[in-house]
């Protein structure tokens, strides 16, 4: 193997595989002025960082209260949304791929795709947006949430908006549009995020970076749906969060903590829209910087789907055959007993034996019965049947009947 070396190197050359080089300088050493001031920045980052945990730790109550009361005045109607004449639902997914990939080019926030999702739906809900102007609302909100959160450098500028846009919108618009969704909202943009309650909700907890990006990326899925456009951010970051532990296989809070007093409902919901992602987000969080969550995702999905699918055959049920007992009177048998049989026969049911006459079975010898069996009831006499048809009057336990018969034309009683 052979190395390129220094002109001026005082070694011959070595063809061995290992090489060392004597001829690399070493480093500078650091001059102690610029020494002690990496020591000072470093002791000010750990002095800022322990002040931040002993505020964060004593206004916990209050920051918290005050994010879930903005969160409920800053929420956007979905009912108004219901009644825009031109802009539909079916609309929504196309106008969000593109604001994630908008997201995704400038590399903003988190934080600032949920804002721009919150300052959209609330400007549709206050104003009527024409279906050629959804877009250019959407690009102005994402342009707002830009300039609330990120860095100045970060910001996109009015001419990438409008080649996103592929010039279907001039410079103007795009300021004026601006302006118009500022004046509608009342200037008021700070809306507690769903990021931000996230940050909340593992604050106490170990680092996690897996659970933490399943739960941005169930929580950005909700984006796309109607039935999450008016749920609270701190309900669907508790159970975006609860639900990427479960899937994770992750333990959970305790119950006294904030975090686990989620929205059962809520959570199920969002179990139920996780199969059929949009793409451009699916690919986004398949990427490692995002730990690859969406591929996590449909593994375990698909893990689901097979457990679902497998079914054991159930063994058949055999219905027990219980044979009865005649009762015996004091003079012999009473009534004869039919055997039990199953309540639903292949071809019909059979047919009953023949009962005898209304004054036979009421005034003739017959007249004691057994022991414990209360007396029959008065009912309607059968008819004798014609001296044509043979029937047979002996009934054993053992008598077997035919599968199919030809009903005769004349009606029996059941009951004996």
């Keep these: 193997m052979a190395y390129q070396k220094r002109p001026t190197s005082s070694y011959q050359p070595c063809d061995s595989f290992f090489v060392e080089s004597y001829d690399d300088f070493p480093a500078p050493r650091m001059d102690a002025k610029e020494h002690a001031k990496l020591i000072a920045r470093e002791r000010q980052y750990a002095i800022a960082d322990e002040l931040s945990k002993i505020a964060s730790d004593e206004f916990r109550d209050d920051i918290l209260a005050h994010m879930l009361d903005m969160d409920a ?6 009912e108004s949304i219901d009644i825009q004449t031109e802009i539909q639902w079916f609309m929504r997914p196309y106008l969000l791929d593109f604001l994630i990939e908008a997201h995704t080019a400038f590399q903003l926030l988190p934080s600032t795709l949920f804002l721009t999702i919150n300052l959209l739906d609330r400007y549709c809900s206050k104003r009527v947006v024409y279906k050629r102007h959804y877009q250019l609302v959407g690009c102005a909100a994402l342009l707002i949430a830009a300039k609330y959160g990120d ?17 279907l919108y001039d410079d103007d618009m795009f300021i004026q549009m601006e302006w118009h969704v ?29 659970v933490e990006h399943l739960a941005l990326y169930i929580s950005e899925i909700s984006l796309f749906h109607r039935e999450f456009v008016s749920k609270p951010s701190s309900d669907l970051a508790r159970a975006s969060l609860a639900l990427a532990r479960c899937i994770l296989n992750r333990t959970q809070p305790r119950h006294t903590e904030w975090a686990s007093q989620y929205d059962s409902m809520t959570l199920v919901g969002l179990s139920q829209q996780l199969h059929q992602p949009s793409q451009v987000l699916s690919r986004k969080y398949s990427s490692a910087h ?6 996590v995702l449909e593994q375990f999905l698909a893990r689901q789907a097979s457990i679902a699918s497998y079914t054991p055959p159930s063994p058949p049920t055999d219905v027990a055959q219980t044979e009865s007992k ?11 007993q039919k055997t039990t049989q199953s309540s639903a026969m292949a071809h019909g049911y059979i ?14 010898g017959n007249t004691t019965f057994a022991k414990g069996v209360p007396a029959a009831t008065a009912c309607s006499p059968s008819p004798t049947p014609p001296s044509s048809m043979q029937f047979s009057h002996t009934y054993t336990q053992e008598t077997t009947y035919p599968q199919q018969f030809l009903q005769p034309q004349m009606s029996f009683s059941t009951g004996y």
Excluded at 73 to 78: M, Q
Excluded at 326 to 336: C, K
């Design 73 to 78: 005045a800053t929420l956007p109607d979905v």
């Design 151 to 167: 860095k100045k450098d970060r910001v996109p500028t009015i001419k990438e908006l409008k080649s996103m846009c592929c010039s």
């Design 182 to 210: 500022l004046q509608t909202l009342g200037w008021t943009i700070g809306h507690p995020t769903v990021d931000s309650f996230l940050q909340l909700a593992v604050l106490d907890c170990p680092y996690d970076a897996e």
């Design 290 to 295: 995002y730990s690859r969550v969406s591929k």
């Design 326 to 336: 005649p009762f015996e009177g004091e003079i012999g048998l009473a009534t004869p």
């Design 351 to 364: 047919t009953p034996p023949i009962t005898p006459e209304n004054e036979a079975f009421a005034n003739g």
